[in-house]
């Protein structure tokens, strides 16, 4: 794994994205999160599966959580991280102050 984020839904852990070192992406449900049939799944796009979801893009449903135009820029600027780099913004700014519940907490690098 090039890099990692575990995903929460509220205050639950769901799960791991992650980006391989071949530019892919990767999305794992939690063993305990998938057991409990109250949770839901993340998106309508991944339902709750054993299966490891794969990607040669950002997830739409994580990538939907980025801003756009000009605050975009604005953070890519204050962060200095490129645009274009989608999940290097999503790790910086999605552990906080978000819509919603979903929430990523940035993993140490392997």
Do not use: C, W
Request: no cysteine.
């Amino acid at each position: 794994m090039k890099r990692g984020a575990e995903v929460y839904r509220n205050s639950l852990f769901v799960g791991i994205l992650s980006q391989e070192h071949d530019m892919t992406f990767k999305f794992e449900y939690d063993q305990e999160y998938l057991n409990n049939a109250a949770y839901p799944a993340v998106s309508l796009t991944m339902p709750k599966s054993q299966k490891v979801y794969k990607s040669n893009y950002l997830f739409p449903f994580f990538f939907n959580m980025l801003s756009e135009g000009v605050n975009r820029k604005l953070q890519s600027r204050q962060l200095q991280i490129s645009e274009d780099d989608h999940f290097g913004l999503l790790l910086a700014t999605s552990s906080n102050d978000t819509i919603g519940a979903i929430r990523l907490k940035q993993m140490e690098n392997d």
